[in-house]
């Protein structure tokens, strides 16, 4: 297909140079003309169409075309040969270790395969690749939707700027380029986006920078690749540093942030086990410093008062990490429902006054307690027994107006 629209250039070019007037529309009309029957399928549908598709537009849909065309007859003379002769199967599969055929994989796949870069950046900041994540299902707890990732490609390091619209996309990045090209003396060379309208405000002040700007074609999210499997790696560890944390999805933004900086702090296997903080900042990272994201464990008191008006009951049920404070020591629990306190034995391991005023306490919650607090000192318990009946669990940190703390 290459030599034919090769050919066909040729001579359009030609009758152009002998001062014939040829239009865009005899230019696709002469290049469809020539096509085999094979190509029915193809041409009719353009033809019939009012607007006609420009000269390089049909060069591009033809040569994706001919590669559908290779890849099924591949895949037919494939199928054939394994049905008909087993002796090329067993050839075919003894130099495929997995025992798959080509055509399987072609069979199931909607879009041409596309190949890994193999540029190598040897110095920071020479390619930032950039994206917008969003919006998000839950406005986190201080009102942002989105969040702008920035990588950078030699070392992997990550940024992220958490926004509430994507209109503060070109805020964001500004910031951004002024801070780390002060901190690390050196200037962005080439910016890597998709085509999205909040990246393409920053052209005027890329050109302005000298800074060569790339964004990937339209609906190939593959061509920004890069960027986009760091989006689900950074989404996964936040979403389970949320769930560890027993938090609600309100919090979100403060678990990406953490995530980001754990994985910044991670061995990379794009690396080969080096460590983004390192490569960039050419020393070791402090571990020290990290805690358990989740609950503050400089809590010393707490009470919690839960009252809902209805004829249910309910079941209040805490979250793991207070559970576990090492420095809680007076814990008060007032409400109309059943408490839900484990059979465990590293409850409240620091816990000496604990209040608590229920409807209907468990027939077991007095051993509970002494198995669970080592140290308790004070226990009062106050409730009303009421019929054995099926209840419902009531989640504290999922409802917001009716705890306070």
């Given at each position: 297909?290459s030599?034919?629209?090769?050919?066909?250039?040729?001579l359009?070019?030609?009758?152009?140079?002998?001062g014939?007037?040829?239009?865009?529309?005899?230019?696709?009309?002469?290049?469809?003309?020539g096509?085999?029957?094979?190509?029915?399928a193809?041409?009719?549908?353009?033809?019939?169409m009012?607007d006609?598709?420009?000269?390089?537009?049909i060069?591009?849909?033809l040569?994706?075309?001919?590669?559908r065309?290779?890849?099924?007859?591949?895949?037919?003379?494939?199928?054939?040969?394994?049905?008909t002769?087993?002796?090329?199967?067993?050839?075919?599969?003894?130099?495929?270790?997995?025992g798959?055929?080509r055509?399987?994989?072609?069979?199931?796949?909607?879009?041409?395969?596309f190949?890994s870069?193999?540029?190598?950046?040897?110095?920071?900041?020479?390619?930032?690749?950039a994206?917008?994540?969003?919006?998000?299902?839950?406005?986190?707890?201080?009102g942002?939707?989105?969040?702008?990732?920035?990588?950078?490609?030699?070392?992997r390091?990550?940024?992220?700027c958490?926004?509430?619209?994507?209109?503060?996309?070109?805020?964001?990045?500004?910031?951004?380029k002024?801070?780390?090209?002060?901190?690390?003396?050196?200037?962005?060379?080439?910016l890597?986006?998709?085509?999205?309208?909040?990246?393409?405000?920053?052209?005027?002040?890329?050109?302005?920078s000298?800074i060569?700007?790339?964004?990937?074609?339209?609906?190939?999210?593959e061509q920004?690749?890069?960027?986009?499997?760091?989006?689900?790696?950074?989404?996964?560890?936040?979403?389970?540093?949320?769930?560890?944390?027993?938090?609600?999805?309100?919090?979100?933004?403060?678990?990406?942030l953490?995530?980001?900086?754990?994985i910044?702090?991670?061995?990379?296997?794009?690396?080969?086990?080096?460590?983004p903080?390192?490569?960039?900042?050419?020393?070791?990272?402090?571990?020290?410093?990290?805690?358990?994201?989740?609950l503050?464990r400089?809590?010393?008191?707490?009470?919690?008062?839960?009252f809902?008006?209805?004829d249910e009951?309910?079941?209040?049920r805490?979250?793991?990490?207070?559970?576990?404070c090492?420095?809680?020591?007076?814990?008060?629990?007032?409400?109309d429902?059943?408490?839900?306190?484990?059979?465990?034995?590293?409850?409240?391991p620091?816990?000496?006054?604990?209040?608590?005023?229920?409807?209907?306490?468990?027939?077991?919650?007095?051993?509970?307690?002494?198995?669970?607090c080592p140290?308790?000192?004070?226990?009062?318990?106050?409730?009303?027994?009421?019929?054995?009946e099926d209840?419902?669990?009531?989640?504290?940190?999922?409802?917001?107006?009716f705890?306070?703390?």
């Amino acid at each position: 297909m290459s030599d034919y629209l090769m050919k066909k250039k040729s001579l359009i070019d030609a009758l152009m140079y002998s001062g014939s007037v040829v239009s865009e529309d005899d230019k696709v009309g002469y290049i469809l003309g020539g096509l085999g029957p094979e190509y029915d399928a193809f041409v009719i549908p353009i033809t019939s169409m009012p607007d006609c598709y420009s000269l390089p537009d049909i060069n591009a849909l033809l040569l994706t075309h001919e590669a559908r065309i290779d890849q099924h007859h591949s895949s037919e003379s494939l199928t054939v040969n394994m049905a008909t002769n087993t002796q090329g199967f067993n050839h075919f599969k003894s130099n495929n270790n997995t025992g798959y055929g080509r055509g399987n994989f072609q069979g199931k796949s909607h879009k041409l395969p596309f190949h890994s870069s193999k540029t190598v950046y040897k110095t920071p900041l020479t390619l930032i690749v950039a994206d917008v994540w969003g919006p998000a299902p839950i406005a986190s707890s201080k009102g942002y939707k989105y969040y702008l990732s920035l990588m950078d490609a030699c070392t992997r390091y990550t940024w992220i700027c958490l926004l509430k619209s994507k209109s503060e996309v070109r805020q964001a990045f500004l910031l951004f380029k002024a801070q780390v090209e002060l901190q690390f003396d050196s200037k962005i060379k080439i910016l890597q986006s998709d085509c999205g309208k909040e990246f393409l405000v920053l052209t005027a002040d890329l050109q302005a920078s000298g800074i060569l700007f790339r964004q990937s074609c339209p609906y190939v999210h593959e061509q920004n690749g890069l960027i986009e499997r760091k989006h689900r790696h950074l989404v996964e560890t936040g979403l389970t540093l949320l769930a560890q944390a027993s938090l609600p999805m309100m919090y979100w933004d403060e678990a990406f942030l953490a995530a980001v900086y754990l994985i910044n702090r991670m061995p990379s296997s794009a690396l080969g086990g080096q460590v983004p903080f390192q490569k960039l900042y050419h020393t070791d990272p402090d571990y020290s410093s990290l805690k358990v994201f989740g609950l503050e464990r400089k809590v010393r008191k707490l009470n919690i008062r839960v009252f809902i008006d209805d004829d249910e009951l309910w079941v209040v049920r805490l979250p793991q990490s207070i559970f576990t404070c090492n420095t809680l020591v007076e814990l008060c629990i007032l409400s109309d429902f059943v408490s839900d306190i484990p059979d465990s034995t590293k409850c409240f391991p620091s816990l000496k006054l604990l209040y608590i005023s229920i409807t209907n306490p468990d027939d077991d919650l007095l051993q509970k307690l002494f198995r669970s607090c080592p140290v308790l000192e004070d226990l009062s318990i106050h409730g009303d027994l009421v019929s054995n009946e099926d209840v419902l669990i009531f989640d504290i940190m999922g409802v917001h107006g009716f705890l306070l703390l």
